[in-house]
């Protein structure tokens, strides 16, 4: 088992990916971008990032 302060690392790890993920989407959404390669892209990582931050905090209950 981890200990809270490695609990709280990961996490804020995990946490700045979803950001940067979900940063890089309402940046093409800015520039009504929302079809095409870049697009399926970003999606494809803020769903990913998302899916292994929900993940990590089910493994912790």
């Given at each position: ?24 989407m ?15 892209e ?20």
């Amino acid at each position: 088992m981890t200990t809270v302060e490695d609990f709280k690392a990961k996490s804020q790890e995990l946490l700045v990916e979803l950001d940067a993920a979900t940063s890089e989407m309402m940046t093409l959404i800015c520039v009504h971008q929302m079809t095409g390669t870049a697009w399926e892209e970003a999606v494809q990582r803020q769903h990913e990032a998302y899916e292994q931050w929900v993940a990590y905090l089910n493994e912790r209950q």
